[in-house]
């Protein structure tokens, strides 16, 4: 397996405009974590689902955020409009819970620059 | 509010040497905690898991300890190398979600 693939893995947009974040999870996990990452926070959970459907949106900054899970091999995190303060290291991660170990895996990652 | 605190200094010891890591926790009552190692540019990679009912986990180098009294988890790494200069993460987990809450991290430099 690939592991979990992030894209793109660097962007860089101008404030306002809309940022899109794809993940692609490990084939057959069941969970799959959205994390944002800064010097200031440390690695911060924003949203997961387990069997596609949303669990937990606490970690949502605001309305300026949403994620999506239509199918279980993909997954969204959209930001509009982005700000300065968005910028940050988007992490992806998934696993299964069944495995006993609660091992999550994690993505590259995406880093978001916004200007 | 739930806290996990983690040296946030970087840790330098000498090659050889056992390094050890502090994870702290208060206003949470885990039901296992996770050790992480993220090297620059990548995401995290998971190390080890210690359940709530255990005292001690060992795997190769790495020997990790959980006391619930004290809220508190140490991590080692014996004979240390310079390749596992990293940051290393802290994560606590709740019995029936798999959620995970993560420390800050602390950064290890092993030199020669």
């Known amino acids: 397996d690939a592991g979990v693939i992030q894209s793109p893995r660097h962007e860089v947009t101008e404030m306002g405009q809309e940022v899109t974040l794809r993940c692609k999870p490990i084939s057959g996990h069941d969970y799959l974590f959205w994390y944002r990452q800064t010097m200031m926070r440390g690695l911060e959970l924003l949203i997961y689902f387990n069997n596609n459907v949303p669990i937990d949106d606490s970690g949502m900054p605001e309305d300026r955020f949403s994620a999506k899970m239509p199918n279980a091999s993909f997954s969204t995190l959209k930001i509009q409009p982005s700000e300065p303060r968005d910028s940050a290291v988007y992490f992806c991660a998934s696993n299964l819970l069944a495995g006993g170990r609660n091992e999550q895996f994690f993505g590259p990652g995406t880093r978001l620059t916004v200007l | 509010s739930q806290k996990i605190e983690q040296n946030s200094e970087a840790l330098n010891i000498q090659e050889g040497k056992t390094a050890t890591l502090t994870c702290n926790y208060t206003?949470?009552?885990?039901?296992?905690l996770q050790w992480y190692r993220q090297d620059p540019g990548r995401g995290p990679v998971f190390l080890l898991l210690i359940r709530e009912n255990e005292k001690e986990k060992r795997k190769e180098r790495l020997k990790v300890t959980f006391d619930t009294t004290l809220k508190q988890s140490l991590f080692h790494i014996t004979a240390s190398q310079p390749a596992d200069s990293a940051t290393y993460l802290c994560?606590?987990?709740?019995?029936?979600?798999?959620?995970?809450?993560f420390g800050t991290g602390t950064r290890l430099q092993v030199t020669l």
């Open positions: 206003n949470y009552s885990p039901a296992y």
């Open positions: 994560a606590l987990g709740s019995g029936t979600a798999s959620k995970l809450t």
